[in-house]
């Protein structure tokens, strides 16, 4: 039995996760979206290149969330994208409407699946998700940290001038401005990067990290950032269908770990064929756990504001 990947929403991100998942032979992917036509268009145009890119996986498109009956994975990336000047938490109200919808639908078609949240504000629609299926929360993983943590490396290659591939980055917390980027389990073929380069250098990296969605969308103008999104998604699929248990820095729902409980929060994620199989505790500094905190503060507030509007 092929694997089944549904991917919700085929804009930017959508369609090339889509494209991710088929060049790596993940399974069978159907892209779906509101829009008729732009689901069908890209998934046949994707198909074509199969003999090209030698890929076997099939390739459709629909409007219709029947065509996602029991997938294995259900990828979200449905929502408005973040403009110029606008925060994620902009995108807030309009994007919880849509993945309420959403989700309720994910639920009815596909209730054995595993979820993984990429429309923004990650955190709150990984919560919500989880408020709208009740799905088990092993099932429910927000990709923020794999994309956070691999912008964290690029910066890195560039300043050392070494290649990315060599470079294993830490960023938690939760993925927008108050992010925690962790310079002391962050290493370049095992060598933290406190040993390669001074307090200043780091911190701005870890700047330019945490406002590294921002820098995309100014320079595109219109639309945001979908390369490294979706293929920080793609890394967490494989690892699922792969059963490859994977520690990856995932947006996980809490239940104690680093003294927080009832948020969805990046942190290191065990990744499995059940989803989440374990999250690693991890003893933090005071400022890193404060900076932790004050982010799931953050995710507990807006939380509660979508759960009074919708
Ligand atoms: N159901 C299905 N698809 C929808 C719905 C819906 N209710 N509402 C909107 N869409 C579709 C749009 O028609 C569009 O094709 O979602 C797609 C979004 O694509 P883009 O506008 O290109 O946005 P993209 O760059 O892909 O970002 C999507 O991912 O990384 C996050 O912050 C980003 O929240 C944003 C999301």
Known sequence: MRNKIAVIGSGFVGATLAQRIAEKNLGDVVLLDIV???AQGKALDMYESAALEKFSSKVTGTTSYDDIQDADIVAVTAGLARKPGMTRE???LKNAQIIGGVCKEIADKAPNCIIIM?????????????????????????????????RMCAFIA?????????????????????MVPLPRYT??????????????????????????????????????????????????????????????????MLNGQFGLKDVFIGVPVKL????????????????????LDQSANVVKENFKKIMRSI
């Open 36 to 38: 008729d036509g732009i």
């Open 90 to 92: 902009d995108l807030l």
């Open 118 to 150: 990429v429309t923004n504000p990650l955190d709150i629609m990984a919560q919500l998700a989880l408020a709208v299926t009740k799905f088990s929360p092993k099932k429910i993983i927000g990709m923020a940290g794999a994309l956070d943590s691999a």
């Open 158 to 178: 560039m300043e050392l001038d070494v290649s990315p591939v060599d470079i294993n980055a830490m960023v938690l917390g939760g993925h927008g401005d108050s």
């Open 187 to 252: 290493t370049v073929s095992g060598i933290p990067i406190t040993e390669l380069m001074d307090t200043e250098t780091i911190e701005k990296i870890n700047n330019r990290t945490r406002k590294g969605g921002a820098e995309i969308v100014k320079l595109l103008q219109s639309g945001s950032a979908y390369y490294a999104p979706s293929a920080g998604a793609a890394q967490m699929i494989e690892s699922i269908l792969t059963d490859s248990k994977r520690i990856i820095p995932c947006s996980v």
């Open 272 to 291: 499995g064929r059940n989803g989440v199989c374990d999250i690693i505790d991890l003893t933090l500094r005071d400022n890193e756990k404060s900076a």
